[in-house]
């Protein structure tokens, strides 16, 4: 006895009628309806897609769908049965997939999270690090700012540069001690700061509204410029800043 789907084929045939043809007006896949007329309805996704196949199958072919249906009613209830059980399997399929495509999004989604969050870790700790893998601890009391940093391989013929800072007045100052910034701020009216190191940089709003000392000694070259200076501090040049 034939199965349904060699029955389809047999109308199909008979009417002259390619599979190209039967998708095009059915807009089903030829995947599908070979599948449908090889009786393979495992790869068919349940009960009421099956029955709507059939239905567009035979309406290409146009056949009398009910007629059709009550001729072979125990062969389509027999294949109903096994396209439900194919079903089954064919969404699991999905259901994973779809599992793991959302696991993989949520990921990359994680990845890029941590990344920013390293990323701004280190961008507003990099100081402290730098400190870290250079050795050179910093210091910033509540009241007052010391910096101290001794580098004896790079000037092991001189001691290091002393520089107090006292403001008459409110004042920005950025501070720079072999490349790293150290400081940046506005610093208050009758603050002072104490800076030790071989090579330091000084930028300063206002010199003429601080008071600057080195090793002791007090620097008078800036005190009336009132326009931002940049002034560059080493054991080799002091001489060049009194």
């Known amino acids: 006895m ?3 789907g060699e029955i389809l084929r047999q109308k199909r045939e008979i009417k002259n009628i390619s599979l190209e ?4 007006k059915t807009n089903i896949s030829e995947r599908i309806l070979t599948a449908l007329e090889n009786d393979e309805y495992q790869h068919i996704p349940g009960q009421f897609y099956l029955n709507n196949f059939i239905k ?5 072919l146009e ?11 125990e062969s389509i209830e027999e294949i109903v049965d096994q396209a439900t059980e194919g079903s089954i399997v064919y969404y699991n399929k999905i ?34 690090i730098s400190d870290i893998f250079r050795g050179t601890p910093g210091n910033i009391p509540v009241t007052g700012i010391v910096f101290d940093y001794q580098d004896e391989t790079m000037y092991a013929d001189f001691s290091p540069v002393q520089i107090q800072i006292s403001a ?12 790293q910034k150290i400081l940046e701020r506005i610093i208050k009216k009758e603050e002072q700061i104490s800076i030790n190191g071989y090579e330091i940089v000084l930028n300063i709003g206002n010199p003429s509204t601080v008071t600057i000392f080195i090793n002791g000694k007090r620097v008078s070259r800036y005190q009336n410029q009132k326009r931002p200076q940049r002034i560059r501090i080493s054991p080799q040049n002091l001489n060049s800043i009194f």
């Open 95 to 128: 259901r994973y997939s779809r599992f793991k495509r959302k696991n993989i999004f949520l990921g990359i989604i994680l990845i890029v999270i941590i990344s920013i969050l390293v990323t701004y870790f280190i961008m507003e700790n990099r100081q402290r």
């Open 2 to 4: 034939s199965g349904l």
């Open 168 to 179: 008459k007045s409110d004042c920005w100052l950025q501070v720079f001690r072999s490349n």
């Open 63 to 73: 056949l009398d769908i009910d007629t059709f249906f009550e001729k072979h009613r």
């Open 21 to 24: 043809e039967i998708s095009q």
């Open 56 to 60: 567009s199958y035979l309406n290409a």
